[in-house]
């Protein structure tokens, strides 16, 4: 205990015996506790009188100050508790849909096993909102691609690679592999991910223009669109794993992979439920290697 509590406890015990007693301390370190207040504040605050103990004129003057320290000495230590329990906690994280659908759910649910009273917030976006996002602090932990993360400290968390999606009947569909130019003439529909563009950097690469006839955010919705014919398309192994009834996915040759990475601005910032999440994150996945994390 502070000796601001100690004093408060032979105040409201009005006697150093009986204060010794409650708290288990011997009388004689109550009086240092108490000897060593009034030092600190040059001031005579109790009246140690036989007929027990009582506030002198300064002791009246100063207790509702020490009342106030000693509660805010309190709130501090429920807090201290809280935090180390990450109680009330809020982790929040931008993401794209073939990470919070295929890596996330599984960390999310075994971290909150932990640590039941985290809340977590999970922006959905494409890689330069999600970028903007963690420079500008509104998320605390964003999931890019390495492209996007310049200056950013960040773990890599997987390669990720880019397959030709067609439907079952295209002629595309019986070859083992899908050139970037069979798909140029095709109608294309792109996969909304913001600045950088894995699909348009893989037909620029190659002096290539594809005929783009939509830009679509949402995996499932291009899914649908090349399912009825509207199109082909190039989406990630991490989203076409469950790929069935009338699609086909085929990689590209040469092979186009993404690098993903989860992203922060600097570790010794974060939030302390972030940081517990990053390595937790870190611990738990095996291939998570550390790509530009600067020291705290």
């Excluded at 893989?202 to 919705?221: A, E, G, H, I």
């Excluded at 600097?266 to 870190?282: I, V, Y």
Aim: net charge neutral; with cysteine; glycine share 4%.
């Amino acid at each position: 205990m502070t000796r601001y509590e100690v004093f408060m406890k032979v105040v409201e015990l009005a006697s150093f015996t009986k204060t010794a007693q409650a708290l288990g301390y011997t009388q004689s370190a109550v009086s240092q506790n108490v000897r060593a207040l009034e030092e600190e504040l040059d001031a005579v605050l109790l009246d140690r009188a036989r007929n027990g103990i009582q506030l002198t004129p300064d002791g009246q003057a100063y207790l509702p100050y020490l009342q106030a320290v000693c509660q805010a000495h309190r709130q501090l230590a429920q807090k201290q508790k809280e935090m180390q329990r990450l109680e009330r906690a809020v982790i929040r994280m931008g993401t794209f849909t073939s990470v919070s659908r295929n890596i996330l759910p599984g960390f999310l649910k075994r971290f909150q096993q932990q640590y039941p009273q985290v809340e977590f917030v999970l922006e959905q976006g494409d890689y330069t909102s999600i970028s903007r996002w963690v420079r500008e602090g509104r998320v605390d932990l964003g999931f890019l691609i390495a492209e996007m993360a310049q200056n950013l400290e960040n773990v890599t968390v997987c390669q990720d690679e880019l397959m030709a999606l067609l439907p079952k009947d295209h002629a595309l569909a019986q070859k083992r592999a899908v050139k970037a130019r069979q798909l140029a003439d095709e109608p294309f529909i792109l996969l909304g991910e913001g600045e950088y563009s894995v699909p348009l950097q893989m037909f620029k690469s190659q002096n290539l223009v594809p005929k783009v006839r939509y830009t679509v955010l949402d995996d499932p919705t291009i899914m649908a669109m090349v399912e009825e014919g509207l199109g082909v398309s190039a989406l990630y192994h991490l989203v076409l794993r469950r790929t069935g009834g009338q699609l086909v996915s085929r990689p590209f040759d040469p092979p186009i992979r993404r690098t993903i990475v989860l992203a922060w601005q600097k570790r010794s910032e974060l939030p302390r439920a972030a940081r517990c999440f990053l390595d937790f994150f870190c611990n738990n996945m095996p291939f998570c290697v550390p790509a530009s994390e600067s020291e705290d």
